[in-house]
């Protein structure tokens, strides 16, 4: 089955900084990995995606990567804010029937002012 | 247009009791997920129902069970609790397998006394 690894698993910035998350999978069927935000004592939020047809994909401060030969894709944050303070979940999942997503661990983004 | 309703928000219940989870996924979302959440081991797939059926299962005891009605709500039943199982439930929707990111609802907090 799939396994997604993720790493920082926490990450301190500046405010004003960048900030980048990598995570990697193992299972090359994979096809669709979304990225999701959950604030303190809130619900998990999808930020941003990418398919596998894509290599990059941007909204606003925030950005993905796909590198499929590698297996691996990233979340880039730029110009970081306070409120980007959260955990970020990185998933990956195929379209194979019944297929469930797999989750990364996380990475906690503290983002110091 | 409404998200995902999880009830209850709070349980406190005891050792070797029953307890039933409710969620009402977004109207027209006939795809509802469940996943524990705990600060050690991240967010693990319970089960995933589609149209009344169960597609996918995660590698949890039997005393994990779900169902999902016509009308897509679905519940879950953990049986006989063990301590361990205090966590965060959360439920997802989405519109179909493969076609995008998850909606979360709240979550439902179980502790287990």
């Known amino acids: 089955g799939e396994n997604v690894e993720q790493h920082p698993s926490t990450l301190s910035v500046q405010e004003g900084d960048s900030a980048v998350i990598k995570c990697t999978y193992s299972?090359?069927?994979?096809?669709?990995f979304p990225w999701y935000k959950q604030e303190l004592g809130k619900r998990p939020q999808l930020i941003i995606d990418?398919?596998?047809?894509?290599g990059e994909k941007k909204d606003q401060r925030i950005a993905v990567t796909l590198n499929k030969t590698a297996k691996h894709f990233s979340l880039h944050i730029t110009e970081t804010q306070p409120e980007d303070s959260a955990v970020y979940f990185c998933?990956?999942?195929?379209?194979?029937?019944?297929?469930?997503?797999?989750f990364g661990p996380g990475t906690r983004l503290s983002v110091l002012p | 247009k409404a998200g995902v309703t999880q009830t209850p928000r709070y349980l406190i219940k005891t050792r070797g009791q029953q307890v039933t989870l409710s969620c009402s996924p977004i109207?027209?979302?006939?795809?509802v997920s469940w996943y524990q959440q705990t600060p050690g081991q991240g967010l693990q797939f319970l089960f995933e129902?589609?149209?009344?059926?169960?597609?996918n299962k995660g590698n949890f005891p039997g005393r994990f069970s779900g169902r999902q009605f016509s009308n897509s709500r679905s519940e879950m039943n953990v049986s006989t609790l063990e301590l361990g199982d205090s966590a965060l439930y959360l439920c997802?929707?989405?519109?179909?397998?493969?076609?995008?990111?998850?909606?979360f609802g709240s979550g439902t907090r179980l502790t287990v006394v």
């Open positions: 997802a929707s989405s519109t179909e397998q493969g076609s995008g990111g998850y909606t």
């Open positions: 299972d090359s069927a994979s096809n669709y």
């Open positions: 990418i398919r596998s047809n894509v």
């Open positions: 109207s027209g979302h006939r795809s």
């Open positions: 129902y589609f149209s009344e059926t169960q597609r």
């Open positions: 998933a990956a999942r195929g379209d194979n029937y019944g297929q469930n997503f797999v």
